[in-house]
């Protein structure tokens, strides 16, 4: 069985994409899963060297990841990798992770930022997700929003059947972790940001935080799995 596949979820980072997928493949083969993307991003991923999937139109995160699940469960790969497209994760991190797997076992490890070096609406969006998915879990959850993760091949069989998209199929993450009675890990990494403009509609972003919230609430309420 091949050791660990880096999986990343890319939509119009035609900019960036290839600087993330040089970097990575110094530590692992890359698949990057073109989610609609219109301004070349599928092109540039496969000339930086990795391996690329389009799925059209676009599906968002959750479907993008999924794709990328089943691609390496095909490939008898016995970890993923998950990073952003938008250089906010640095690559040369993902040494952390495959060290925090050895010292194991662990299902899901997440890559944990620093909040105060976040934009200030990001930092009130991410402090305020901290404490209800913490809440909703029954867990401490230091960062509930990273992407940044690595994640067990029996894990990754257990999130085949979800349908979230964008930040609920992350969340799902968690929910399927703790209820399987899987271990849960964390490592620090680097907070990212390049001065761009936030996208947060703050109504919208928290009515949707509540609304996954309670529905993991009332999951994690419910008889183990095993």
């Not at 880096?6 to 993330?20: D, G, T």
């Not at 995160?61 to 790969?77: D, H, S, T, V």
């Not at 952003?84 to 060290?99: K, N, S, T």
């Not at 907070?191 to 509540?210: C, D, K, R, V, W």
């Amino acid at each position: 069985m091949n050791s660990v596949l880096i999986v990343i979820p890319a939509f119009n980072e035609a900019k960036s994409i290839a600087q993330v997928v040089r970097g990575a493949r110094r530590h692992a083969p890359v698949l990057v899963v073109d989610d609609g993307s219109t301004d070349g991003t599928a092109a540039a991923a496969a000339a930086a060297g990795a391996e690329v999937l389009i799925q059209t139109p676009n599906q968002g995160k959750g479907a993008a990841l999924r794709a990328g699940f089943r691609r390496a469960l095909e490939l008898y790969y016995e970890n993923v990798i998950t990073l952003d497209a938008d250089g906010q994760h640095d690559p040369r991190e993902i040494p952390q992770f495959l060290q925090a797997f050895e010292r194991g076992p662990v299902d899901l490890i997440v890559g944990r930022r620093r909040f105060d070096q976040m934009p200030l609406v990001r930092r009130l969006a991410n402090t305020f997700g901290q404490w209800l998915f913490t809440w909703a879990l029954g867990q401490t959850i230091p960062d509930n929003q990273s992407g940044y993760r690595l994640l067990s091949r029996r894990l990754i069989e257990k999130l085949l059947d979800h349908t979230e998209t964008g930040f609920e199929f992350e969340v799902a993450m968690f929910a399927t972790c703790l209820k399987s009675r899987y271990r849960l890990a964390w490592v620090p990494i680097r907070t990212i940001y390049a001065g761009e403009a936030s996208h947060i509609q703050p109504l919208q972003h928290t009515l949707n935080f509540i609304r996954v919230a309670w529905s993991t609430h009332q999951r994690m309420r419910g008889p183990a799995s095993g």
